[in-house]
Each structure stands twice: as C-alpha cells, then as structure tokens.
C-alpha cells in the first residue's frame, strides 16, 4: 500500500529538549516536505526537499532542520523547542517537479499528522 | 510567489444542499490546482484536480471550476451529505526560488447538518 508513515503521531515535550519527528514513504518519490497546520493559518511549508540532499526553505523554517540522506526518509528536527512550535506536523511526497503530461505525478500525498506539544 | 486566497472560512449546509468553496491565486503561469479533504484527526487527501487547460472537471459529486482569465477556482459538492463534514484546502501550483512549489488557502470548515 502506497502511503506517507510520520511518527511518532503525538509528543509532548519541554522547551529546549531536542526532537525528532520521522517521515517515510513507500513511493520511490523525489519530492517531499513538511507542513505545520495553525488553526486559521491552514497549511504552511516549513521545509522541502527535491531530493537526496537536496533541501530548502519554505515559508517558515525558522527553529527547523531537515536532513534527506536516503530517498524514503525525510526527518524533521526541532532542536530546541519552543511553545511557538506546538502545533500540528504533516509530511508530504510527491514525484515532483513532475513528469511532463503526467497530471498523476502532481499529487502530493500527506502523512497522518503528528500533535507536538512543547510546554 | 504565488498566493492563494480561500472563501469562505467555514461553512454550514443542510444535508442534500450544494456546497460551494471559491479559492484566488495570483501567479497567472500556475497551472495545476488539486483540492484536498481533511477529515478529523487525518492528513489531507486529494480529491480532485483540475489543469489550466480544462475549464470544468467533475468526478461524482463533486466538480471544479476554473477561470483562468479572473484566476479563481471553485469547489461544488452537490447533493452534501454528513460524512462531506471535513476541512477542504484547495492549493495551486506556483513557484519559488525557481522550483515548484504547492500553495494552499488556508481552508474551509464545511458543516454538513443532517
């Protein structure tokens, strides 16, 4: 089964205590990313990566590291959270950019999410 | 870059109503604008997608419109029925630093009332 797998799905932590929150896919995809979703901020680019190290900034990367050693996996790392980064986390793939004429390789398919809370 | 407007932020239908969500972008060279579904406690999943050379697409129940000409897009869901309560994002394909990127609105909360 085709799919994005995040864990863990809900942390709880204290300011300044290094975390990771891993991502994984299943579909030989080039792209991937990672979103924090704020209510009334929708969804957010934190960082994204077109491929094996290869990775940039997106629309909020501050407090954020993002490494892409292998295809599959692209984790995020938070180290030293704040309460400013309590929020809701989703790891994305795709096969972008993606292959002329195909519309399928457009798509971009989201993990389940993971809940950080930092007190 | 692009930017992209969603109106509006919730909304609350009688079941059997129609739903429409209208979505603005502003990069005139975007040319792909997928919607996605969030349900409670899931991450978002495509639902439909549309390219800037079709004006209409339908799938079922639901069905985008795209203009390019006033760079908006819509979402209509006909015939609404309680398990379409979600939240809907709708994004288009703009781009930044040179690559491509998605960019979403910021969502809507739609209420579908048995």
């Known amino acids: 089964e085709a799919q994005v797998t995040q864990n863990p799905r809900y942390l709880i932590t204290v300011t300044g205590k290094k975390l990771t929150v891993t991502c994984s896919q299943n579909?030989?995809?080039?792209?991937m990313s990672w979103y924090r979703q704020d209510p009334g901020l929708g969804l957010r680019q934190i960082y994204y990566?077109?491929?094996?190290?290869?990775?940039d900034k997106g629309d909020v990367p501050e407090g954020y590291k993002v490494s892409r050693k292998e295809k599959r996996n692209f984790p995020l790392i938070l180290e030293s959270p704040s309460p400013n980064q309590t929020s809701l986390y989703f790891c994305?793939?795709?096969?972008?950019?993606?292959?002329?004429?195909?519309?399928?390789?457009?798509?971009?398919?989201f993990g389940p999410g993971t809940r950080l809370t930092v007190l | 870059g692009e930017n992209v407007e969603q109106h509006p932020s919730t909304l609350s239908v009688q079941e059997g109503d129609s739903a429409v969500i209208k979505c603005t972008y502003s990069?005139?060279?975007?040319?792909?604008f997928p919607w996605y579904k969030q349900e409670l406690g899931k991450g978002p999943q495509l639902i439909i997608d549309?390219?800037?050379?079709?004006g209409e697409k339908k799938d079922q129940r639901i069905a985008v419109t795209l203009n390019k000409t006033a760079k908006h897009f819509s979402l209509h869901i006909t015939e609404t029925q309680p398990e379409d309560s979600a939240v809907y994002f709708c994004?288009?394909?703009?781009?930044?630093?040179?690559?491509?990127?998605?960019?979403f609105g910021k969502g809507t909360k739609l209420t579908v009332n048995p």
């Open positions: 994004a288009a394909k703009g781009t930044q630093g040179g690559s491509e990127k998605l960019v």
């Open positions: 549309i390219r800037s050379n079709v």
């Open positions: 994305a793939s795709s096969s972008f950019p993606p292959l002329r004429g195909d519309i399928s390789t457009d798509t971009q398919y």
């Open positions: 579909m030989n995809h080039e792209y």
């Open positions: 990566s077109m491929n094996v190290e290869v990775t």
């Open positions: 990069d005139s060279a975007s040319n792909y």
